[in-house]
């Protein structure tokens, strides 16, 4: 994974566990005293390895810890991209060209990214499905990455998944409203990592 994802976790974290939190959770996760960089690679189980940790050492579940944590990053991707976003668009117009506008262009530009498969159907002007495939399964943060992006447009979503992954479904399948309270039910956020 990126390091950009490492160095936004690592922020994260500061921000909500002191800088003491991030030693304590790197320490945990096994990998000690270690520094990232946005321009390099590291391997996805590093970043797993950080986000257990982390979710366990601040008592939160999985689930709740990754929505946080892509509720941050949301916006901050967003603003890295900027350029590339039409400025017409709202929340779900983005969300159905995040695959063509973002991720190829992510995918054209650095040929170790890998981000996930988002392919989007808009059921009516309102709401959304996201189809969402990736072997990382992190379906969790997607839903914080979409609440950060709507937050950022200043729109509230409600989003439900129907199907997950880690229930062994083949792929995810996030259904996003608009104009509701932002507020994510699932079968259950401690499900995740729990089949592998
Ligand atoms: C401007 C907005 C966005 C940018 C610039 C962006 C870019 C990226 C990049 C660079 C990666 C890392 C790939 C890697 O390290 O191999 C990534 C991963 C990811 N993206 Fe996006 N993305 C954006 C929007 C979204 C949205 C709206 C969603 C979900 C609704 C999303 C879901 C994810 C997830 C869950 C990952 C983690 C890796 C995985 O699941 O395999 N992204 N994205």
């Not at 990126?2 to 030693?23: A, K, P």
């Not at 309102?126 to 914080?144: H, P």
Request: a negative charge; one cysteine or more; charged letters at 25%.
């Amino acid at each position: 994974m990126l390091g950009f994802f490492f160095t936004e976790i690592r922020q994260y974290v500061r921000d909500n566990m002191g800088e003491s939190g991030w030693v304590e959770v790197m320490d945990h996760a096994g990998l000690g005293p270690k520094d990232y960089m946005n321009g390099l690679d590291y391997p996805d189980k590093e970043m797993v390895a950080i986000m257990v940790s982390a979710a366990n050492l601040s008592g939160a579940p999985l689930g709740h810890f990754l929505k946080g944590f892509g509720f941050f990053l949301g916006g901050h991707l967003f603003n890295s991209f900027k350029p590339l976003i039409n400025p017409q668009w709202r929340s779900l117009d983005f969300f159905e060209n995040v695959e063509e506008t973002i991720h190829q262009v992510v995918r054209a530009r650095n040929r170790k990214a890998r981000p996930p498969q988002l392919l989007c159907s808009r059921i009516t002007s309102r709401e959304l499905f996201i189809d969402y495939r990736s072997e990382r399964k992190l379906c969790q943060l997607a839903q914080g990455i979409a609440l950060g992006v709507a937050g950022y447009y200043g729109e509230e979503i409600e989003i439900l998944e129907e199907t997950c992954m880690h229930r062994g479904d083949p792929s995810c399948k996030i259904w996003i409203a608009l104009g509701k309270k932002p507020e994510i039910k699932r079968v259950s956020d401690d499900d995740i990592w729990s089949d592998d």
